[in-house]
Every structure is written in structure tokens, then in C-alpha cells.
């Protein structure tokens, strides 16, 4: 098209995690004028979100500006704002502050943690989503300890260094994982009257077994690895409370000095306000080709997707979800733009293809599922290494995570014990 | 001494700083129980604080867990609490949660952010002591230019890509420069409508020259250098008001995306409850020893510390003065412990030696004074970095921080240009 880019049409991104980030870079800007709209800066890596929470790496390891990934592409443009709404039928999207009007729109918000009707729990077992909410684990992990220093009744001291992780899934799994060998192999060295090897670290699940995802073999094997840890895991076990250092299993009262939520991820809340079919999760039920049904021109990508794809497979709400989700309405799009109108959206339909699952659990401790190959302990973590060195964006990045995790691996000392915040330790 | 740990004397140490922390790694600490007490978990490397603050490196390449650089010591334990109290007859501390008694104490509490009697003018022009400081300087540096790409109004637009810095000692100094410079270099290529490069920094001094502390020549060079990059320098001019977005100077109003205070440092306020005499920033004035005077058992080092030494040198308010007057206090202190009664005062009187001074302004931009030998631009920016890279404690902070200096100078990218914090982009 040789029309100056005002006429072209144009297309908003909303979210730049991995589906709207994908969409923005596999789509020929040259074809329509792209403006994708984040709340933050900058993408974030959220595989190792929780590495930032245990300490291991520093924020800015694992995210990048928007604005510098995408700065090669012509007619794009980045906007730092928050989506207040979206108005399918005026194709207009309202942030907080202005608005912009579309010609198609891919929505691509991901999604948020959830207390399944519990919200008063969030102050007291923070989810892990964002980098300040990495920020926020990290302190309260290493406050819970320094006050059990200072504590001189032994068993508030013990309390003090209980940590509850719920939700085993993977997020809830590594959380756990890492946080037990931090205090086993870093922490213990650091303190004079308490011993970080003593503390207690209870992985929560409310099914009957961790990583319900993956097979029965690697889900057994997860476990054990985390008991070889010290992690004590309770399935079949429900949260019935949580409040300020206090949590209730089943009814019975634990303290911990530290709780951390990794139970429940849901659709960004923009979905309700669409006046589409949901799922249970809040998730939009989309097209095949990951249209929204009655909306040719708006596409749903990502953890707010809701699909099974055309071979039978429920696409998950991983990475590669949202990468291959974009990738395709990318190529959707484009089709349409520079050739004409699309096929039947049948025709057009999306096909997950699942590269492998893994979780980390710590120090050469790992499952992966790769096709019908299933790894666990050092082969597991070994893969889980290269795959997440590969796939960092950047390479400033690449090259000081790596070197943080080399590092880490041979001295057992972890870099970013540092406590930022303005929270005063009793706090 | 063959006593068991509970009948040693008690050294308490406020603050790990350079002070603080110089002292503790000095001080045999078979010879005594000793305490060392900080707000925060970590050591600060407070020379490269600015770097934070501009970008450059992450929060935690220049922080250090306290407990883990005093690991190794015997009879030694980290406590992280805030200071209350002191009182210097009764030999005991308070602390936010508890007291600790003491039989020597050093006071090592550095100095704070002042506004000379305006501390409403903090929140539209936070000052830069700690890390939480730096990220927030950091989060209003990127979120102006995030602000102007978003508006629609040249002047506003321009207005926001105003920054004003207050105060030209090193550290105003370094952030104007640095600032500039990524404007100019790396942020200019990520934006659409707004160029960076056209970015006004302005540095502001009430004084005749910028880093007074420094030769003449050295003053006109760095401002040569600052001008190199486009600082506007205004030499004489006071600040008369600070409002959101607003500086006034001289009278006149200056709209501004950005303000940094880099003006004032003054002494812990904790000084002020001691009953001793103080100088005008609130400082200890010290006996030649660096004994508080009618409290030989009591010392104080660095920032808030004044003193001019047995040569007749006024020990100045940086990273040297102390570590310096930590070591030396550690030496009178063991001395007093292992030998005997400490000699007269005025025979064991510290001694300031002055290694040299720099300040950096950007790549290839700095001034340097070592000795007599005036170094200023690219010879004064290696030096500087060898000897930053030399002092930094930790070998993962080095390689990481080395390795982002590496990265920046062949890339000119900026790495940490991350957003942290719940502040919407508007506020």
C-alpha cells in the first residue's frame, strides 16, 4: 500500500506480555498503523518471575522497555497506559487517560491472581504476577527472617520462619522449591540465633497431587524432589482463611511469617465489561481462529483466550499460548490487509502445538515433558536452563542472568538478597 | 581472652555504611561482642547510587546483604532495625522494637537528604541516599517522557521533557550528566512523537562554580564537559519555591517533568538527642580521636562526624572519611581492649589521607584529582571506573556491574530503564 500511514487502518494491541508482544512483531507493520497499549514499561520474562521473588535475579534481569523491542517496526507506537474499558461495537477502547478508536483491536491483557471471592486475603498472601510483586515476595521473605533474629521467644521465632506457598502449580512449585533451598544452602549462614535450615516450608494443594498438568510420573517426581528439599507438601488440603501471619488448613490454625498465594489466575477483570460469552475463569470464549464471537475484527489472545483448538487440545494458559496466539492473528491480519478478506473462520483455525512443559523445583532439580520424553532431576533442569537462556529477550539480559545463575550454581550465594521498600521490619 | 562471648564488652555499631562497616571488618572481633545495626539489609555502594537513578545498573549490582559481608566474623551479629534513641550516660540504645546496652559505641548513621527548613518541597524533588530513592528517581525520570509521548500539546510536551536538578556537587553533578546523555543517546530512539533528544536538563547551583569541592580548573572542565551533552548550567541561582511540576528559580517559574534535589546532606537527625555539641548540618563535633567529647567510650565516623584532623585537613563528607575513621577507631578500640588504657586523645588524633577525587559526567566525561595530577575527560572516566569497579564489594556485583558498563558503552542501550511502583503514569 503506498497510502500515507493516517489512512491506513488501524489496529490497538492491548497488553504487551507474550500474546500481544508476538502479535506486534510477526505483523508487517507496514500494513496498518499499530499502537500497543501496556500499563508498564516494560515486557515482562514471567517464567522467571519467581526467581526475582527468591532473590536469585534483579528486576530489570528479566524485563526490557516495550518501547525497545518493538523500536524497529514502522507504524507502531508504544503507550504507557491503563485500560479502563472497551466499547466492541463504537470500536473505541477507553484508557485513563484519553482514548483511542480502532479498526481491529487483539486483546491480550493476560491475566491477574485471583482469591476466588477472597479479596481480603490478598494484604496478608500476595500473589506473584508483576515485578513489584516479585519485589514485595522477596521483602517479605527476608523480613520474615530478619525478625525471627530478633525475636527472642523460640517458638514465635519458628513461626517466623514458616513460609506457606498455595497452589501447586508450577508458579506455586518453584516458589517453594527455591525458597527452602534458599534457607537451607544461602540464609544459614547469615544469621546468629536462628538457623534457616530449621524452617519450614508448606507447599498448599487442594488436588490430589501437584502439577496437575503434567503426567503422573513427573508430578510424583516433583514431589519427591521438593521433600528432598524439606518441603512438606499437603494435598488435598483447602485454605478455609488466611490472615495477618496466620492461615487456616482445613480449619487448623498455622502462623507463618510469610504467605505467598499462587493459587488462583484469572482473566484481567476488562473481559466482564465486553458483553461476550465467559468461561468460569472469566476468560473469553473465542472463534476458532481466535475472533470474538459476533466481532470479525476484535481477537482474543493469550491467558484471557478461551479455546480448544481444532485438534481437541485446550490451549493452555502458558507463554507459548500467548506466542503462538498472537503469531497467528498476526498472519490473520495480515492476509486480510494485503490479500483480502479472510477465509471462513473454520478454515482459519488455530492450532496449539505443545513444545514441552517443565518446572523448576531448585539447584539441578526440575520435571520436563518434552513431546512423549519425560526428564526429571539434573537432565530436567539442565533443559530448563537452556530453553529459558534461549528464549530472554535481549542480550544484556541473557548474558547477566546467565551469569547470575553460574555464579549462584558454584557459590551458593544468591545476589539480590536485598530488602527494597519502605516497609520498617516489624511491619 | 579465654572469657566466654557474654562477658566480653559490647560494641555496638549504628549504621553499615562505609563507616560502620569499616570499622566492623577492621575490629578484631575476638576482643569484644559486637552489634552492628542498620535500617536496611544491605550495604549501599553509594557512589554509583546514580546509576540506579539513571538506569544504568539494577538495584541490587550495588547492595550488598550486611550479614553476608560480616559472615565470617566471630562474636559479631546484624540486627536490622531503626535507631530511636540514643542515650550516651546510660549506655543504652533504643531501637523501633527493643533497646540494646552498650559498653562502646560507634555512630556511623551517615547523613540524609535536607531541604534547609522546605521539607514540603520532598515530594515534587526527592533527594537520592537510598536504593528506594534511586528506583523512585528512576520510575519519575521515565514516566515524565512516558507523560510527554502521551501528550498532545508541544509546550506541555516539551515542558514534560524538562528536567531540573538541584545542586552542583558530585551528585548533581552526575545525574544531570547522565540524564542527558541517555536522553540524547539511548532514549531518543524508542519514542514516536517526542524526540529525547530535545530534552532541556538543567543543573541548578547557588554558588559561583559547580564541584566547588574541586580545583578551579577541574569546576570549568567538568562544566565544559556537562555543556558537551547539552546541560544548561545556571551558576548563582537559588531555588525559591517547589510545587508539583514547578521550580521557581530566582523568582521566576520553571514548569519541569522532573525535579531532583541534590542539594543539601545533613546529619542523621538522631544527633540532635544526644546533648552534644553539633555544627550547622547537624554534625558531631568530634575530639581528634573521633571520641564524642565526655564520652570517651563513644565515637563518631562519617557523615555525621565533623572534625579537621591533626593536619590541619577538614575531613570531608565522603566515602574515604569513612572508612577511614572506622579503621582508625576499630585500631583504638582493640588497642584499648588487648593492651591497655588508650593514650591521650590528641596522640592517637585520626589522620585524613586523601586518595583523590572524581566525579563522572558521562562515557568518556569525567574529572579526577589525584594528588596534584588533574585529570579531566577520558583519562579521568578510567580512572574512575577502575577504581569503582576495584572498591565494589562482592565478585557478582563486579562482573554484573562491569558487564552492563561493557554493554552500555558498545551499545549505548541502557538496561534497568524498568518502571517499578504502583504509581498510574498520571500521577
Same mark, same amino acid.
Given at each position: 500500500m503506498s497510502s500515507p500511514a493516517s489512512a491506513l487502518p488501524h489496529v490497538v494491541v492491548l497488553g504487551a506480555g507474550f500474546g500481544g508482544l508476538f502479535f506486534a512483531k510477526a505483523f508487517p507493520s507496514h500494513l496498518a498503523r499499530v499502537t500497543v497499549v501496556d500499563r508498564q514499561n516494560h515486557h515482562l520474562f514471567q517464567p522467571l518471575l519467581y526467581q526475582v521473588a527468591t532473590a536469585g535475579l534483579s528486576a530489570p534481569d528479566i524485563a526490557q522497555p516495550i518501547r525497545s523491542i518493538l523500536r524497529d517496526k514502522p507504524n507502531l507506537a508504544v503507550l504507557m497506559a491503563e485500560v479502563r474499558g472497551i466499547d466492541l461495537t463504537g470500536r473505541r477502547v477507553e484508557l485513563d487517560h484519553g482514548t483511542l478508536d480502532f479498526d481491529y483491536l487483539v486483546i491480550a491483557l493476560g491475566g491477574r491472581t485471583t482469591y476466588f471471592g477472597h479479596d481480603d486475603w490478598e494484604p496478608f498472601a500476595p500473589g506473584l504476577k508483576t515485578l513489584d510483586d516479585a519485589v514485595r515476595l522477596r521483602r517479605n521473605m527476608l523480613l520474615a527472617y530478619e525478625r525471627a533474629e530478633a525475636e527472642s521467644d523460640p517458638a514465635r521465632r519458628q513461626e517466623l520462619m514458616t513460609t506457606v506457598v498455595v497452589g501447586g502449580g508450577p508458579t506455586g512449585v518453584e516458589l517453594a522449591g527455591t525458597f527452602a533451598e534458599l534457607a537451607r544452602t544461602v540464609l544459614y549462614r547469615d544469621f546468629d540465633r536462628i538457623d534457616p535450615r530449621q524452617a519450614r516450608i508448606i507447599l498448599v494443594e487442594g488436588g490430589p497431587r501437584i502439577l496437575a498438568t503434567f503426567p503422573e510420573d513427573l508430578s510424583a517426581s516433583a514431589q519427591r524432589q521438593l521433600a528432598d528439599l524439606g518441603v512438606e507438601v499437603r494435598l488435598n488440603t483447602r485454605v478455609t482463611a488466611i490472615r495477618a501471619g496466620e492461615v487456616e488448613l482445613d /480449619? =487448623?490454625? !498455622?502462623? =507463618?511469617g510469610n504467605i505467598v498465594w499462587a493459587a488462583g489466575v484469572g482473566a484481567s477483570p476488562v473481559t466482564r465489561s465486553l458483553g461476550v460469552e465467559l468461561d468460569r475463569a472469566g476468560r473469553i470464549k473465542v472463534r476458532p481462529d481466535l475472533s470474538v464471537p459476533g466481532h470479525p475484527r476484535v481477537f482474543a489472545v493469550g491467558d484471557l483466550a478461551a479455546l480448544t483448538d481444532r485438534n481437541g487440545v485446550v490451549v493452555p494458559g502458558v507463554c507459548q499460548g500467548g506466542m503462538q496466539g498472537g503469531a497467528h492473528v498476526a498472519r490473520l491480519l495480515a492476509y486480510e490487509l494485503a490479500v483480502g478478506p479472510r477465509r471462513p473462520e473454520e478454515r482459519e483455525a488455530f492450532a496449539y502445538h505443545d513444545k514441552g512443559n517443565m518446572a523448576t523445583i531448585g539447584r539441578s532439580k526440575a520435571i520436563a515433558q518434552i513431546g512423549r520424553l519425560h526428564l526429571s532431576g539434573l537432565p530436567? $533442569? *539442565? =533443559? $530448563? &536452563? /537452556? *530453553?529459558? &537462556?534461549? #528464549? !530472554? &529477550?535481549?542480550?544484556?539480559?541473557? !548474558?547477566? *542472568? #546467565?551469569l547470575s545463575w553460574v555464579h549462584s550454581y558454584f557459590t551458593y550465594r544468591r545476589g539480590a538478597r536485598i530488602i527494597l521498600g519502605r516497609d520498617a521490619p516489624g511491619s
Open positions: /480449619g =487448623a490454625r !498455622l502462623h =507463618a530436567a $533442569w *539442565v =533443559a $530448563w &536452563l /537452556g *530453553v529459558h &537462556l534461549i #528464549f !530472554l &529477550l535481549g542480550l544484556r539480559n541473557r !548474558l547477566s *542472568v #546467565f
